[in-house]
């Protein structure tokens, strides 16, 4: 088990520093240099070379990343998930009165989130501000590292209904205390103070609110974990690192990150968006290949789409599907939708069950319950961009949405363990139809 502990406890820090999707990325990217990987900007031609490591990101919010083969590639095998998770975005000019004794922000609803456990916890903001100096206007992190902001339930003498079910409203329920009336015109200044400047030099920001509890393990042997942000970020960590561990066969691998998918994906950074589409573009132009080259490149290729999913609940377990019914710590999900939802069919979990047989890790099946309807992600979105045989999977969790989530330390390192020997192996598509993992 200490392996599995090992790599939950480096899940937790790199949740940890990770409040917003821009540090998501950032943290990212240090972990890609460290491994020789070298930055690329959109806005610039791009020289390449083969067994070359790179990486570009777009709005600072999502990435894309890529090893190109020593030898000439045949197609390009992917992992996508998300940096996003549900959470409040601070508004402009967020500042509110209240009662003449306290001071408020004003945020809205970013993504379908459980708006219960966001009471009465210590909350803080973090994200990128805009700042202006004598280069220009350029991008600063901040995160308030501290116990900054709450949201006070009404007590239960004030509303007796509130355990017989309560109808929430951001805009009147959501706000989260700032402090009290000395407050006023104060957020600014401790914003543009995080990003060392004066608030004059501020021109924009986007600041999400986020939970100030630290992940940790649970249960009667600690085999659970629980964290903010695990849907997605515990995707994106264990893709990750298997991604940095692989030494990638005759396809071009490529790790991606993107924003954006909690409300939609349609952003210039959302998985709706060109970026994905664009940059396998240029890595077969930098690399040589024809324009032609390049579409029977993507014909051959492959996508797992990695976003967690549903485990069954203890306490409702009517909610899953009769058969098909995930727990933590029994290994990866592989989600089926048949109204398209996800991107699963029969060829594409062949491939999957494939990876992890041969990399010895468990799986098992979620399919919704026939008379719900459940999620979709970022796979089906991404194949209208760009169309590529894919399968959608996830690790199993519970208390989706909610700012803190449960999860089981041993999933993380199965989807390392997955994601390693599927961008170590060559998938390849013959004339004849059949399907080879090498």
Same mark, same amino acid.
């Given at each position: 088990m200490k392996e599995f502990y090992e790599e939950s406890?480096?899940?937790?820090?790199?949740?940890?520093? +990770?409040?917003?999707?821009?540090h998501v990325v950032k943290n990212i990217a240090g972990m890609l240099e460290e491994k020789g990987?070298?930055?690329?900007?959109?806005?610039?031609?791009?020289?390449?070379?083969?067994g070359g490591r790179y990486y570009v990101t777009r709005n600072g919010s999502s990435l894309i990343a890529f090893q190109i083969p020593e030898r000439e590639f045949g197609g390009f095998q992917?992992?996508?998930?998300?940096?996003?998770?549900?959470?409040?975005?601070?508004?402009?000019?967020?500042?509110?009165?209240?009662?003449?004794?306290?001071? /408020?922000?004003?945020?809205?609803?970013?993504g379908g989130m459980l708006c219960a456990p966001w009471f009465d916890r210590p909350l803080s903001v973090a994200g990128r501000v805009l700042v202006q100096d004598e280069q220009g206007i350029h991008q600063v992190l901040i995160n308030v590292d501290r116990d900054l902001l709450m949201i006070p339930n009404v007590a239960i003498h004030m509303n007796r209904n509130a355990n017989d079910g309560y109808t929430y409203n951001a805009q009147k329920d959501m706000c989260p205390v700032f402090g009290?009336?000395?407050? /006023?015109?104060?957020?600014? /200044?401790?914003?543009? +103070?995080?990003?060392?400047? *004066?608030?004059?030099?501020?021109?924009?920001?986007?600041?999400?609110?986020?939970?100030?509890?630290?992940?940790t393990f649970w249960g009667n042997e600690r085999e659970f974990i629980a964290s903010p942000r695990l849907d997605d970020l515990q995707c994106v960590f264990g893709s990750l690192r298997g991604f940095l561990e692989a030494k990638p066969g005759k396809n071009a691998a490529v790790f991606c990150a993107f924003d954006n998918e909690e409300t939609g994906s349609v952003s210039r950074q959302g998985a709706a968006s060109t970026f994905l589409k664009d940059t396998l573009?240029?890595?077969?132009?930098?690399?040589?290949?024809?324009?032609?080259?390049?579409?029977?490149?993507?014909s051959g290729s492959f996508m797992i789409s *990695?976003?967690? *999913?549903h485990a069954v609940h203890p306490n409702h377990a009517e909610l899953a599907d009769p058969v098909n019914r995930p727990q933590m710590n029994h290994g990866i999900v592989i989600k089926y939708n *048949?109204?398209?939802k996800y991107t699963t069919d029969g060829i594409s979990t062949a491939i999957f069950r494939t990876i992890c047989d041969r990399a010895q890790v468990p799986y098992q099946i979620f399919t919704n319950r026939s008379d719900m309807a459940g999620g979709s992600t970022l796979g089906n979105i991404s194949n209208t961009q760009v169309s590529l045989r894919a399968v959608d999977i996830g690790l199993p969790q519970l208390a989706m949405h909610s700012p803190y989530e449960m999860a089981g330390?041993?999933?993380?390192?199965?989807?390392?363990?997955?994601? /390693?020997?599927?961008? +170590? +192996?060559?998938?390849?598509?013959?004339?004849?139809?059949?399907?080879?993992?090498?």
């Open positions: 406890e480096k899940l937790l820090r790199f949740i940890e520093n +990770s409040p917003s999707c821009f990987f070298t930055a690329l900007e959109e806005q610039n031609c791009w020289q390449i070379t083969p992917l992992i996508c998930s998300h940096t996003d998770s549900p959470s409040f975005k601070v508004k402009e000019q967020p500042e509110m009165q209240a009662d003449g004794k306290y001071t /408020k922000l004003n945020v809205e609803k970013y009290d009336e000395l407050a /006023k015109d104060s957020f600014g /200044k401790l914003i543009a +103070s995080e990003a060392g400047t *004066a608030p004059e030099q501020v021109l924009g920001s986007d600041l999400f609110l986020y939970n100030r509890q630290k992940g573009y240029r890595i077969s132009l930098a690399s040589g290949k024809t324009r032609e080259e390049h579409f029977a490149a993507v *990695a976003d967690n *999913a *048949a109204a398209q330390v041993r999933d993380t390192l199965y989807l390392e363990r997955a994601a /390693k020997l599927y961008y +170590s +192996s060559t998938i390849c598509m013959s004339e004849n139809g059949c399907i080879t993992v090498e």
